[in-house]
């Protein structure tokens, strides 16, 4: 049995993997267009900040590593076409540019996104850097690194935006952000956001909400970028507006996409057509609260799905047992997290909800440093089931989102969660920790 | 309706302001045998330390805001016996040594735990104390705190022992712990409690475990304790043994205690008889896993079953979800902590299960400051239900513990918790966390 790898970072390793500690047997190719494997390309703000200076610690695995697994890779090698009623593909070698037919007996697509690159006049000019791979992330560390390079612009509010611009922040420069929606980070709600700007704003960020982008000015390099509201000094841009799953090259192959273009595909991972597997960025996943499939582009979902998927090809029957859409970040000093749905979400599904916004704090003031924690929880109205929660504080706020990300995978009340049997000890927390303050302020 | 407290600490405050807050009318009277209410006493190693100067801090309402919520206290009253016939109870006023009844329609017993004092001789001597309540705290700090008390000998290597043992290392003194065991911090098991005893050592503790106190020697202050096995010399002794419910008023009122003295009551906090409640340290409580009452005396239990019983005192059903026996202490540089049952609980209880004991980290290595943690989990080797879980690290390892704590609540298996979509970002976690890896270990 053959299996052909599209997509060689997290969910196509994952599979990868997986697959070959089952099936030693097995035979597993895989295409990654770019030149490195298996990495967490969520460090790489860290990277460019130059908190961590050694990009290949980001690296889980070398190729070297796979080859010895009994994987075999090749890198700068695009797949370009899938033709299923063959089981063929149309590969690229990148280095050479000739184009060769591979044959596979199952498939597996993990091919992630592509950022979104908005066409405004002047989006040629140098230094402006995105930052999806981990060759982006080494050259805008090397661009970023420069004394010379001084203002510099973030294109986009979302996790991507906001770590570079605190890696920008270390790294001493002026930061704007330029975000087209009235607030930062939108998967987390406002009360939450609010102080996210504020922690930024303290810092010395700039904030332009609300505001979009018209044209990069500049001769060669990117000199500023000119607004709707105002023109602002740039020596470096980054663009993070947001990414689309990179499955153009599945055009005409029967693989049902959805309207977003990411791969549609079962709880097993499989597509529409037998023998194709999909996980990753570059699909959808199912969203075990809103009990249908979305499009949540996280590295978590890509290793649990991607692990999945080669358990399945295997021959194995797992399902995933759903994302929650956890996530995380860094905002200077604040941790923030959420899981399940926000409010913004529930009321998109037409959820009779109830929320509550509850500060509180990490443990007792008897204890030295104690630090506050803001908690939203977002709860079904008529069973009071918890459908969502989210964090901001300066110490184990994130770690507290774990403990409702399980709480809601297992429909527990608000009630139920206020009275279970947390750890109390005062260096860690309250006899009543900030859980369940919040669980219990439940109307 | 009057609500007659015995014990105004935790449980006994919990259940009076729950009453309270339900039913605005009732009457409500606390007698305490000591004097303060409320009090967080899990702070009292911190007081002791210098890490907080101000006891008050520990106050969680003082006497006055009871009073204004409609709550009479009464500050060093003992009650001596209970006559449920009647609805009489026998109070001591401890200023004036005077005896005066009392009449209740709902009681309420929360009267704590007595330490454990075991007949030494040498016992009497001045310089050996206890650390249970607010005044034993005073006492034991303004000791401490003398430069001429330099070696301080800490008898019973339990939560409170180790404690102060950091409490004094950190004011300090040379500190040894002699322990009858074979280790320190039983309710963990031993992979978890030799690297907390490790811990212990590099920062200079002595510990002399085996090892059974004979004799306190010395002429009116304590100067040395005699074990079986040496002489050690101690300006200052605490003796924390153990605890034994403080019950021992309640024999021939024909309430039902369990074999320790612990009064045994249902889930809903009532006694065996009519009308009368019990919660807290003195009273056993229902146990989540073992599915039996136990005897766990914590804070945690204490607040939540005083909440329950005002609660129903007030006529409602809530019954208790069930403690998990979840704790956690510090230990130097070290975070511990435990929910569910151990290796050791399981083993009595004839289950058959199985274990791991995985090292991991914190967050990923391409973050600065990474650090380990190891995870030990207890599974039903059947149902691979997750039974127990203890951690052990420097960053994060007890708020992970409640994440196990909602997991073993909701009967989860390790295969369901470790494909649970936890936040991952690098500053808190991998895209596998701690927990994910300790799950999948389970073999």
């Known amino acids: 049995m053959k299996l052909l790898v599209i997509g060689g970072v997290a969910a196509g390793m994952s599979a990868a993997s997986k697959l070959k500690r089952v099936n030693k047997d097995a035979e597993v190719v895989v295409y990654e267009k770019g030149g490195f494997l ?88 140098s230094n402006i850097h995105g930052l999806k791979t981990l060759e982006d992330g080494i050259r805008l560390q090397e661009v970023a690194s420069r004394p010379d390079i001084k203002d510099v612009v973030i294109v986009g509010g979302g996790y991507i935006g906001i770590e570079v611009a605190e890696a920008m922040l270390h790294l001493g420069k002026n930061v ?35 505001e979009k982008v018209e044209t990069f000015l500049g001769q060669e390099k990117v000199e500023a970028v000119k607004t709707d509201q105002g023109t602002y000094k740039a020596d470096l ?68 799905c991607g692990r999945i998927a080669g358990a399945n090809i295997a021959g194995s029957h797992q399902k995933y047992i759903g994302t929650l859409g956890s996530a995380a970040i860094k905002v200077c000093n604040l941790e923030m997290g959420r899981t399940g749905l926000s409010e913004e979400e529930a009321k998109n599904l037409a959820i009779d909800y109830t929320t509550v916004f509850v500060k509180s704090a990490d443990h007792p003031g008897y204890y030295p440093n104690q630090t506050p924690i803001w908690i939203k929880l977002i709860c079904e109205k008529r069973s009071r089931r918890i459908l969502g929660a989210q964090s901001i504080g300066q110490k184990g706020a994130v770690l507290r989102i774990d403990v409702f990300a399980v709480a809601i995978h ?34």
């Open 237 to 304: 841009v980054l663009l993070s507006i947001g990414v689309k799953p990179a499955t153009s090259f599945l055009d005409g192959s029967g693989i049902h996409l959805a309207s977003n273009g990411a791969v549609i595909i079962d709880r097993e991972m499989r597509t529409n057509i037998q023998d194709i597997y999909s996980a990753g960025d570059c699909a959808q996943v199912y969203h075990k609260v809103m009990e249908e499939n979305t499009f949540i582009p996280l590295g978590t979902n890509a290793n649990k």
């Open 410 to 443: 297992n429909n527990m009340t608000a009630d139920e969660l206020g009275m279970l049997d947390l750890c109390y000890a005062p260096p860690f927390a309250g006899v009543w920790d900030a859980v369940h303050i919040a669980a219990n302020a439940v109307k």
């Open 38 to 125: 298996s990495y967490g390309a969520c460090g790489l703000p860290y990277y460019v900040s130059g908190e961590n200076n050694d990009y290949t610690k980001m690296i889980a695995r070398t190729q070297e590593q796979f080859t010895n697994m009994g994987i075999q890779t090749f890198l700068h090698h695009e797949v370009v076409k899938v033709v299923p009623d063959k089981k063929q593909v149309l590969v690229k070698d990148l280095k050479n540019n000739k184009l060769f037919i591979d044959q596979y007996d199952k498939l597996m697509i993990s091919t992630g996104t592509s950022p979104i690159i908005p066409p405004f006049p002047g989006i040629q000019l």
């Open 176 to 210: 704007r952000v330029v975000e087209l929606s009235d607030r930062i980070l939108k998967t987390f709600d406002k009360e939450v956001t609010d102080l996210a700007e504020k922690e930024l704003l303290n810092h010395g960020t700039k904030l332009n909400l609300g």
